[in-house]
């Protein structure tokens, strides 16, 4: 009788551990507050996602309120004691005051199936700022750095608007010039150069250096010479 009472002492204990054991999700901080910013300043509020569970956490969704989008996540599994960075982007123009966006993530965690992250802060508008205007911080937003990586005889025969002309060979020399955040597009006649640089940058630490898929070859059958200049056209 005693042996028949332990062992179902042990079921017991052993189906409340596997009860227990599920995923749990936490954010470090559930509201990102900017203070203030110029109308038109693009605001980025970083959330860090955890699990302190102990079973995989799996983020289904994540989505944001009007005015708000948000950066694809590098991952949405997460072993027990894994974090992943969320990133969501407001943008104030038009807006003036107090203002407030959330942002949702949905995940498996079975006591907080939709987490809710706030985002907010105040928008001053500039006495001095007109429609046509841009700040500074959404120029640097939209900020990317074009590189032509044909030799310069190819470059000045023709190449897109804005870009910079640095051969392959020399790529290297501007490893710390670039900046490594900013988006990066590189290209040459077909694509073939482009594929390895960008692949080499992506490797060196920059992970918004891409390659102009098809190279000049393919913006010319798609969209001819627009855009395309030649030195002495310059």
């Given at each position: 009788m005693k042996r028949i009472a332990v062992s179902t002492?042990?079921?017991?204990?052993?189906l409340g551990f596997t009860l227990v054991a599920a995923p749990k999700i936490q954010v470090d901080q559930p509201v990102y507050d900017f203070d203030e910013v110029l109308e038109g300043s693009?605001?980025?509020g970083t959330f860090v996602l955890s699990n302190?569970?102990?079973?995989?956490l799996t983020i289904s969704r994540v989505w944001a309120s009007c005015g708000?989008?948000?950066?694809?996540?590098a991952k949405t599994s997460l072993a027990p004691g894994e974090s992943v960075t969320l990133k969501a982007i407001v943008d104030t123009a038009g807006f003036g005051g107090a203002i407030s966006k959330s942002v949702y993530v949905e995940s498996n965690d079975p006591e907080i199936s939709r987490l809710t992250l706030r985002i907010i802060g105040s928008v001053a508008q500039g006495e001095k700022m007109q429609k046509y205007h841009m700040?500074?911080?959404?120029l640097n937003y939209l900020f990317y750095v074009l590189i032509d990586l044909r030799d310069p005889q190819d470059f000045a025969t023709g190449h897109l608007l804005g870009a910079i002309n640095v051969p392959l060979a020399e790529l290297e020399?501007?490893?710390n010039p670039l900046p490594r955040e900013t988006f990066i597009i590189l290209y040459d006649q077909d694509g073939s150069l482009s594929d390895e640089a960008a692949q080499n940058l992506n490797g060196s630490g920059f992970p918004n250096a891409w390659s102009l898929f098809g190279g000049l070859n393919e913006w010319m059958r798609?969209?001819?010479?627009r855009f395309l200049l030649s030195t002495t056209a310059e």
């Open positions: 002492l042990i079921v017991i204990v052993g693009p605001v980025t302190l569970g102990d079973e995989m708000c989008t948000t950066t694809a996540l700040s500074v911080d959404n020399d501007w490893i798609r969209l001819d010479d």
